[in-house]
């Protein structure tokens, strides 16, 4: 089956020139122990934005996972000029490339994306319904935004991997106003991914539906659908997820043990088929984190009587305040397991209807959770690390 992933073209400011001013030249060598290394850089969407603005100077790679920044044995692809991107164009697989470079043949452990500050709003986010402010990334602008993820670069040959930003995690609300970057970014080897693809009904897109590939409640990738309700959650590396979709005041619709294999699509959805998803009442759920300063991600997760877990909604608790707020359906959520015969049947879990784990994590302090009852009324949790 075809890739159903597609790369973005270049912003019109690069088209005219190179991409790339990097160590060893940005094409293939022919040269014994050497390789090429290409970088893309793609985006699950931004929970409450219209725009999410980075703008990438250039990539580093080391064979070290713990050189710091100024050590010897980095290679760099550095972009002619920096390219300003928003991350919300980068969605159901599409990819922008950042460029290419030749380098020694090996194992590498750490990357680095470099982010450019000489413009005000080169990093900046677009609220819904608000206007552009500035993004602060301070850590970025200087070393660089590091990540540990291990590739082999092979002599002679060319390794892709894509970093999959997932701006909905990284963007972190401040009680003035502003917004801070707190990065969530993943390194991909394109040569072992492969997507999962489907519909929603067209008539839910205007609920704001969210697809996502989960192991064990973990958000490994999401998406929303377009228009039409199509969606691709790709790149992903091979192996079986499970899909968890959700919306607004919809039932959440779960497809279990959808296996991905490499450089392949697996579709668990159709155009003439879409996945329904059936109208559902919503409570809330808030509360106060304390420090604010340890900018927590809450998350509303379901435990089906099978064990499986998944992840319904998540948002970031204010860095000033503390506080977070999320909207999460009431009716029991639909469960079914992948067949390649299309459609795959759900049906509703009436046990855990309502029923929550409010759960609390952030760097350098124990997970917390606890368990809420949201059937009939809304609920508040506060979590102190």
């Given at each position: 089956?075809?890739h159903?992933?597609r ?5 019109a400011?690069?088209a005219a020139?190179?991409l ?7 094409g293939?060598?022919s040269?014994?122990g050497?390789?090429?290394?290409s970088?893309?850089?793609t985006?699950?969407p931004a929970?409450?934005?219209?725009q999410v603005?980075?703008t990438v ?6 064979k070290?996972a713990d ?7 980095w290679?760099d692809?550095?972009?002619s000029?920096?390219a300003?991107?928003n ?7 599409i990819?922008?490339?950042l460029?290419q ?9 750490q990357?680095r994306?470099v982010?450019d ?6 990093n900046?986010?677009l609220?819904s319904?608000g206007t552009?402010?500035?993004l ?10 590091k990540l540990n ?7 002679n040959s060319t390794t892709?991997?894509?970093?999959d930003f ?6 972190v609300?401040?009680?003035n ?5 707190k990065?969530?970014i993943?390194m991909?080897?394109m040569v072992t ?5 489907g519909?929603?009904?067209p008539?839910v897109v205007?609920?704001?539906?969210f697809v996502s590939?989960q ?9 929303v659908p377009?228009?039409?309700g199509?969606?691709?959650l790709?790149p ?10 959700t919306?607004d005041a919809?039932v ?5 043990s959808v296996?991905v ?16 998803m059936?109208?559902s ?6 509360g106060?984190?304390?420090p604010a300063s340890s900018q927590a991600?809450v998350?509303?997760t379901?435990t089906?009587?099978t064990?499986?877990k998944?992840?319904v ?7 000033q ?8 359906p009431?009716a029991a959520?639909?469960l079914?397991r992948y067949?390649?015969t299309?459609p795959i049947?759900?049906a509703q879990?009436?046990?855990?209807a309502?029923k929550?784990?409010?759960?609390a994590?952030?760097?350098?302090y124990?997970g ?7 059937l009939n009324?809304?609920?508040t ?5």
């Amino acid at each position: 089956m075809k890739h159903t992933w597609r790369k973005l073209p270049v912003a019109a400011s690069l088209a005219a020139a190179s991409l790339l001013s990097a160590c060893g030249g940005g094409g293939g060598s022919s040269a014994s122990g050497q390789g090429t290394l290409s970088v893309s850089l793609t985006d699950a969407p931004a929970c409450g934005f219209d725009q999410v603005n980075v703008t990438v100077s250039k990539v580093r790679v080391h064979k070290n996972a713990d050189a710091s920044e100024n050590d010897a044995g980095w290679s760099d692809i550095v972009l002619s000029q920096p390219a300003r991107i928003n991350l919300l164009d980068l969605t159901n697989g599409i990819m922008q490339t950042l460029g290419q470079t030749t380098l020694p043949a090996g194992h590498y452990t750490q990357i680095r994306l470099v982010l450019d500050g000489s413009d005000p709003l080169a990093n900046s986010v677009l609220p819904s319904g608000g206007t552009e402010v500035a993004l602060a990334t301070p850590s970025a602008l200087q070393s660089g935004i590091k990540l540990n993820g291990q590739f082999d670069v092979a002599a002679n040959s060319t390794t892709d991997i894509a970093l999959d930003f997932d701006a909905c995690k990284s963007v972190v609300k401040r009680g003035n106003g502003g917004y801070n970057l707190k990065p969530v970014i993943s390194m991909i080897p394109m040569v072992t991914s492969g997507a999962i693809n489907g519909y929603v009904d067209p008539a839910v897109v205007a609920s704001k539906p969210f697809v996502s590939a989960q192991i064990n409640g973990v958000i490994v990738k999401g998406t929303v659908p377009d228009s039409s309700g199509r969606f691709s959650l790709a790149p992903l590396v091979a192996g079986n997820y499970t899909v968890v979709i959700t919306a607004d005041a919809r039932v959440t619709d779960v497809i279990d043990s959808v296996p991905v294999s490499a450089r392949a699509g697996t579709d668990i959805s159709s155009s003439a088929a879409p996945i329904a998803m059936q109208p559902s009442a919503a409570n809330a759920v808030s509360g106060i984190v304390s420090p604010a300063s340890s900018q927590a991600l809450v998350s509303a997760t379901q435990t089906f009587d099978t064990g499986q877990k998944v992840t319904v909604k998540f948002v970031n608790a204010d860095v000033q305040s503390g506080a977070y707020s999320m909207s999460v359906p009431t009716a029991a959520p639909s469960l079914g397991r992948y067949s390649a015969t299309l459609p795959i049947s759900l049906a509703q879990q009436a046990p855990i209807a309502g029923k929550y784990a409010i759960e609390a994590a952030a760097s350098g302090y124990a997970g917390q959770s606890y368990l809420a009852d949201l059937l009939n009324t809304a609920a508040t949790v506060n979590f102190t690390f």
